[in-house]
């Protein structure tokens, strides 16, 4: 059985207008946030909910957490209705949202996890068991008693999803918990993300604009854009989909001769390369689709037009990706 289904979810959120030049105006405005949005996920799923700016991901987020109601449309969450079962619900369920906290500012970490525990009347027994895991997982003991805002965003975020995690939810809800965390932080974070939905088998639900967060952790994608599904599937059926947007940028000792630029087989065509000549006249812009012609080959291409004295990768950026989509 499913442990999420929605079902035609649809969210209109109506704001008063303010009309440029003139009195404040009563006209509502209604924004459709999320609309006709269908999908079921299986339990022990890693599912990456993405989607550009305003796509309608923490709206439906939300509407799966009972924060929000929807306007029309029918979500279950573990068998419950979030909005009409919010206590119950909240007992088998981990929220976390990167830009908010759920801890208490002005007291220890520690603390907080007791307030947690007390409001989620975690027995004392799971609770010990839970909190050395987490605690070692997490690498929490060396800030457990600062107050929580003290603590770095690194750190914070470590706190967060502990204190998401002392109940032993079965599923998992995460908007953006990698943003604004450095390299070694994130892959901290992803490598603790795997082994509770690996070992555990928590359902995890992850929004992220982090391409690496998705390569690495997420089994499923769901994209939505203008709060309606684009896309579902796998991130190699995804790629199947769109290809692999990359480029990379080489600049030439001279002025390249571009009417030599062959493949690697001596060939003259590029078709799946496309090239611009910067305005300095040696830098050189190259796209292609990695999937098709990796990047040392496109390198071995471009040789052909001339010495290249430096050149940098782009990395494909989840929203180029999410973007040929429309
Ligand atoms: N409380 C609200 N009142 C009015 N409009 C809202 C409200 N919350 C969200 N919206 C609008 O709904 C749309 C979807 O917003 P949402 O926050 O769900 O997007 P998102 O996919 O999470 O985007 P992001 O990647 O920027 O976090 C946006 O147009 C937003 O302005
Ligand atoms: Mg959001």
């Known amino acids: 059985m499913a442990i999420i289904e929605a079902e035609r ?3 209109v959120f109506t704001r008063g207008q303010r009309l ?16 006709d949005l269908s999908f079921r996920i299986e339990p022990g799923e890693f599912v990456g909910f993405l989607g550009p700016n305003g796509a309608g991901k923490s709206t439906t987020i939300k509407m799966m957490t009972g924060i929000l109601h929807p306007t029309s449309g029918r979500v279950t969450v573990d068998g419950l209705s979030p909005q009409a079962d919010r206590v119950r619900l909240a007992l088998r369920i981990g929220v976390v949202f990167g830009q908010r906290t759920q801890l208490w500012w002005d007291l ?5 996890f007791r307030i947690l525990r007390a409001m989620y009347r975690v027995p004392p027994v799971d609770f010990r068991r839970r909190m050395e895991m987490l605690t070692e997982l997490l690498g929490l003991d060396a ?16 706190g967060e999803l502990a204190g998401a995690l002392l109940h032993g939810p079965r599923v998992l809800f995460l908007d953006e918990p990698t943003i604004g965390l450095d390299v070694t932080a994130k892959a901290a974070l992803r490598q603790f993300l795997r082994s509770l939905n690996a070992e555990v088998g928590t359902t995890v639900i992850l929004t992220t604009h982090d391409m690496t967060d998705v390569e690495e952790l997420c089994q499923r994608i769901l994209v939505i854009n203008q709060g309606t599904q684009v896309f579902d599937g796998s991130l190699a059926e995804l790629h199947e989909r769109v290809g692999m ?12 001769d571009m009417s030599r630029l062959s493949d690697a087989g001596g060939r003259r065509s590029s078709p799946d390369i496309r090239v611009t000549v910067l305005e300095d006249g040696r830098t050189v812009h190259a796209e292609f689709n990695r999937l098709t012609c990796p990047a040392p080959q496109v390198l071995e291409r471009l040789r052909a037009a001339g010495e290249i ?10 929203e180029t990706i999410i973007q040929q989509f429309y």
């Open 108 to 112: 220890p970490l520690r603390e907080s």
């Open 20 to 35: 440029f030049g003139r009195k404040r105006s009563d006209a509502p405005v209604n924004v459709e946030a999320v609309r």
């Open 245 to 256: 947007p990359s480029a990379l940028r080489a600049t030439f000792r001279e002025p390249p």
């Open 9 to 11: 979810l649809r969210k």
């Open 143 to 158: 800030f457990m008693d600062m107050p929580v805002r003290q603590l770095s965003l690194g750190q914070r975020m470590r």
């Open 309 to 318: 004295v430096d050149f940098s990768m782009q990395e494909p950026r989840l």
